[in-house]
């Protein structure tokens, strides 16, 4: 008896990196949507029997209390050739032909479709194709995925697009395609191009299934550039500065500073902004409070540095003026940017990971991305002294190269634009513990060796 390809996802889908219901187990599996998507096309390899089908799918898995839905692209195909073997899901009944499915991001004689999808407009039962307004759409580029991402899946088409899959979907309009279609129609030169994107309705919601953009081939990611200084500064002779190495970031980490204040301008032109007075503060002190005593419970070795988060908080809840608040990214990091040729380019505006949409819509204070990436800059000066034989003899440096760059982003952030006046160091310096201390958690649940890194910001 053939499996049916419900059964064959319950079984599969719990071994993909995106799925988030890891160690688990599954009580039920159902399909909420499913669309064909045959449009026909002439370069697929297919026939008049449709093979190979590109089906798309919206599953619902439930665990215990919990239920979260994933868009999954399913290929189907008589037989299936050895280039796609390893996302194969399973031999399945189809329309009373056993075929075999698989992950169909993989295929890029089925991915095209995406392509030409958004180009003409289509509308497939549930599913809405766009394209960004004034824009056009090279049909013709083939798709490879990009294998690093953990909760999202990537396609490259050629040298021309990037297009961003959403795994696990929520009701409504992702902040990424929100905040890339309002800067580009404003003009913004920080983001990457958007090209279009795919939704469908949840729960009487308009739901971002995938984004499209511009993809950056000449362009280098801030964390590469960052670790290629800080090996530069440790191979250096000793005692020579940070500023004297031969690969200093520091110009560079300016610039990015500079970027950034503009991006935070014009999110501020491109939606509502507002403020934060003294009563909230306070209970978003407590918040951080508690997020520390949890911290401290789980691990040991916080207890000796929690008094510093804690005297920065105290100081936090005694601020007696108003805060003012935004649209930012949330989630801003090294990894985040890119330099190309002309400047930098901000990425993913989707906000932290894991968190409901609205909370990553909220309004919040543009030093959230500062903060965000001044840990960053401390994780790439230390990032390469966990194991590392002369770890010791190189933590100076190490502070060295952050110090040195975290000045220079504040200074390129200033001179940008961005509002760091006197009294806004107290609450950068809460935010900034406050992420430090989510680190110390993720770190020891994740990466124990890395656990000094975020304990050294309480120093």
């Not at 800067?183 to 469908?200: D, Q, R, V």
């Not at 090996?231 to 002779?237: E, F, K, Q, T, V």
């Not at 990466?447 to 120093?459: D, E, G, M, T």
């Amino acid at each position: 008896m053939t499996t049916s390809l419900q059964e064959l996802l319950a079984g599969w889908i719990t071994g993909q990196r995106w799925f988030a219901g890891k160690g688990r187990a599954i009580d039920d599996l159902s399909v909420e949507s499913l669309t064909e998507l045959d449009m026909g096309d002439s370069d697929t390899g297919g026939s008049d029997t449709g093979d190979p089908r590109l089906v798309h799918l919206i599953v619902s898995v439930r665990q215990g209390e919990r239920r979260t839905r994933y868009q999954i692209p399913v290929g189907l195909r008589t037989d299936l050739p050895d280039r796609l073997k390893h996302v194969l899901i399973g031999s399945c009944d189809w329309d009373g032909r056993e075929r075999q499915a698989y992950d169909a991001a993989h295929d890029a004689s089925l991915t095209s479709r995406f392509l030409t999808g958004m180009d003409s407009g289509l509308r497939a039962h549930s599913l809405g194709f766009h394209h960004a307004p004034g824009s056009t759409i090279d049909t013709s580029q083939r798709s490879l995925v990009l294998t690093a991402e953990q909760s999202n899946t990537s396609l490259v088409y050629g040298d021309r697009y990037i297009m961003k899959l959403f795994r696990q979907l929520s009701p409504g309009t992702n902040p990424e395609l929100e905040v890339i279609t309002a800067l580009a129609a404003a003009g913004s030169t920080h983001i990457a191009k958007p090209y279009g994107w795919i939704e469908t309705e949840l729960d009487g919601e308009p739901t971002t299934l995938a984004i499209m953009q511009e993809y950056l081939t000449n362009a280098g990611e801030g964390w590469t550039m960052a670790l290629t200084s800080v090996r530069d500064l440790y191979a250096s002779p000793p005692g020579l500065a940070a500023e004297d190495a031969g690969g200093d970031f520091a110009a560079e980490a300016f610039r990015l500073g500079t970027a950034t204040a503009q991006v935070h301008g014009e999110l501020a032109e491109a939606f509502p902004t507002g403020v934060i007075e003294p009563p909230e503060i306070k209970r978003m002190t407590e918040r951080f409070r508690r997020r520390l005593d949890r911290a401290v419970a789980e691990v040991p070795a916080l207890a000796h540095h929690a008094h510093v988060a804690a005297e920065a908080f105290d100081r936090m809840a005694d601020l007696d003026h108003e805060v003012p608040v935004q649209r930012v990214h949330g989630d801003y990091h090294l990894g985040q940017v890119m330099r190309t040729p002309a400047d930098w380019i901000v990425l993913d505006f989707e906000g932290e990971p894991g968190q409901p949409l609205a909370e990553r819509r909220a309004l919040d204070s543009p030093l959230r991305d500062v903060a965000g990436m001044l840990r960053s800059f401390d994780y790439a000066a230390r990032h390469l002294l966990a194991g590392h034989p002369g770890a010791e003899s190189l933590e100076k440096r190490a502070q060295e190269w952050a110090t040195h760059n975290r000045a220079a982003f504040l200074a390129g952030y200033s001179e940008g634009g961005g509002r760091i006046r006197g009294r806004d160091a107290v609450l950068l310096r809460a935010l900034e513990l406050s992420k430090a201390v989510y680190e110390v958690v993720y770190e020891a649940r994740n990466r124990p060796s890395w656990l000094l890194i975020p304990l050294s910001a309480f120093s």
